[in-house]
Every structure is written in structure tokens, then in C-alpha cells.
């Protein structure tokens, strides 16, 4: 098993699906890059867990690393596996719920 990083640096590969643990049961996030013009955030969703449907000001992409996600935009649900990538339109309700477990990471831009 590989060490998991406790820092993320400049000009350095990083292992990205060791970014973040899944744990029974949660959902858990850690945000990787935090600037004004936007964030890049890893989450790791245990199988069953999601969010409620929600609306964000700005778009923004998903993209699944691991596992397989249902991402319901604007009432439509969509299937995303690993490998895939999805845009969630801004102001357009938008929810997750794990399929089976799976990691995704999120960027939204803000300007």
C-alpha cells in the first residue's frame, strides 16, 4: 500500500486517488487548491452517501476517479464512472448520490 501524503507541492506529482481515504459510512473532503478565481476539491463518498440537491453560483466540473456516481442536474440523472467528467451549470439544482463508493474531484472557477 502506498503512503498517503500529508502535503501537496508545486512541481511534484501527487498521487491523486491516495489525496483522500474513504470511510465507512461518510463522505470526506480535502481541498487541494484554494485560490479567489476558484477550488479544486477531492472527495471520497462511502456507497449510499450523496448530497441533498443544492444550487451553486458559478459552474462546475466533476470529475470521477474512482467508482460511480449519480449526478442529477436540473432534475436528470446521470451516470458517471470512473474516467468521466461532468459539468453542473450554475444556478441549475444539482444533487449526488453514490452508486457505489467513489472519489471525485471538484473544480469550480469563480471568475
Given at each position: 500500500?502506498?503512503?498517503?501524503?500529508?502535503?501537496i507541492?508545486?512541481?511534484?506529482?501527487?498521487?491523486?486517488?491516495?489525496?483522500?481515504?474513504?470511510?465507512?459510512?461518510?463522505?470526506?473532503?480535502?481541498?487541494?487548491?484554494?485560490?479567489?478565481a476558484?477550488?479544486?476539491?477531492?472527495?471520497?463518498?462511502?456507497?449510499?452517501?450523496?448530497?441533498?440537491?443544492?444550487?451553486?453560483?458559478?459552474?462546475?466540473?466533476?470529475?470521477?476517479?474512482?467508482?460511480?456516481?449519480?449526478?442529477?442536474?436540473?432534475?436528470?440523472?446521470?451516470?458517471?464512472?470512473?474516467?468521466?467528467?461532468?459539468?453542473?451549470?450554475?444556478?441549475?439544482?444539482?444533487?449526488?448520490q453514490?452508486?457505489?463508493?467513489?472519489?471525485?474531484?471538484?473544480?469550480?472557477?469563480?471568475?
Amino acid at each position: 500500500m502506498s503512503e498517503r501524503p500529508t502535503d501537496i507541492h508545486a512541481e511534484k506529482a501527487a498521487p491523486l486517488l491516495a489525496l483522500v481515504d474513504y470511510q465507512q459510512g461518510s463522505i470526506v473532503s480535502r481541498e487541494i487548491v484554494k485560490k479567489d478565481a476558484g477550488t479544486v476539491t477531492l472527495f471520497a463518498f462511502d456507497a449510499g452517501q450523496g448530497l441533498s440537491e443544492h444550487t451553486a453560483p458559478f459552474d462546475a466540473l466533476v470529475q470521477v476517479l474512482d467508482g460511480m456516481a449519480e449526478i442529477t442536474i436540473a432534475g436528470m440523472p446521470h451516470q458517471v464512472s470512473a474516467g468521466e467528467m461532468i459539468i453542473m451549470p450554475a444556478h441549475k439544482p444539482h444533487a449526488l448520490q453514490a452508486v457505489r463508493r467513489f472519489k471525485m474531484m471538484l473544480v469550480m472557477i469563480r471568475a
